[in-house]
């Protein structure tokens, strides 16, 4: 890396499997980037590879956002080390290269795309993630899941339990859930009561980060007061709810000219 940044002709232009590193919730995480590509020169591109098909130029559009937030995760941390080392994170693009299968076959396909909003989205989601000592230290001292593993017990108090903790620990429900977890539709049923961002899909989801319901996003796009965490997402909602505005309204002020 310390080459590419220097610009030294001999510097390699592919970086297989590199590792970066951070400090997300104040415990340091490293992540393995598929590929960070260069030329002499040239801009530092982040790439990946998926197994997931484009077929006839589309492809699930949650699998391909999902990998999109990834590569620019990616690109962040990379720019983190390059800032770090003493060089430009400017240096580093902010498109995405996505490697997939066309078709049927297996003929890798690239597809280039600018994620310069989810870089900037993902450095506010990392922010915002609270510090792992903070969480272990909400949860009551006495939390244990003895009375809810114990099948002797009486099924409605061992509900209550299940309620109690979540409560304090909270539940994080997606769709895909459904299918992987025996627990899945005591998490739905709360995600419905709590009207949780998550209903919405897994994309309104990484669009609002630092937003936990439905019900705050109306009331940031009604313009509410944001929180610190929801400060960069509140002025996008408020534009949002502005825009809404005028154009429910526009249709009646077009019947009372008439």
């Known amino acids: 890396m310390k080459a590419l940044i220097l610009g030294d002709r001999n510097a390699p232009n592919l970086i297989d499997g590199a590792v970066l590193e951070t400090m997300i919730a104040g415990v340091r995480a490293r992540f393995e980037a598929d590929a960070l590509a260069a030329r002499f020169g040239g801009p530092i591109h982040a790439g990946e590879i998926k197994s997931f098909p484009v077929v006839d130029g589309a492809a699930d559009p949650d699998k391909v956002a999902a990998a999109l937030d990834q590569v620019a995760l990616y690109i ?11 060089g430009d994170p400017g240096l580093v693009s902010g498109t995405a290269m996505l490697i997939t299968p066309k078709n049927v076959g297996l003929t890798p396909t690239l597809s280039i795309r600018d994620v310069t909003k989810r870089v900037a989205r993902m450095g506010r989601l990392v922010m915002s993630i609270p510090n792992a000592g903070e969480i272990v230290a909400a949860v009551p001292a006495a939390t244990t899941f003895n009375t809810i593993a114990n099948e002797q017990l009486d099924a409605q108090h061992r509900l209550d339990t299940l309620h109690a903790l979540a409560d304090h620990i909270g539940t994080d429900y997606t769709s895909s859930c459904l299918s992987t977890c025996g627990n899945a539709r005591f998490c739905r049923e709360r995600a419905f009561r709590d009207g ?8 309104t989801v990484r669009l ?4 936990h319901s439905l019900g705050r996003a109306a009331e940031l796009s009604a313009g509410a007061p944001p929180s610190v965490p929801e400060a960069p997402v509140a002025t996008l909602l408020a534009r949002a709810g ?3 505005d005028d154009a429910v309204s526009a249709p009646q002020l077009n019947r009372a000219k008439r």
């Not at 962040?76 to 003493?86: A, C, K, M, S």
């Not at 949780?196 to 994309?203: E, F, N, R, T, Y």
């Open 242 to 244: 502005r825009l809404y």
């Open 196 to 203: 949780l961002l998550c209903l919405s899909g897994p994309q």
């Open 208 to 211: 609002l980060p630092g937003v």
């Open 76 to 86: 962040l941390l990379t720019r983190q080390l390059v800032d770090d080392l003493g």
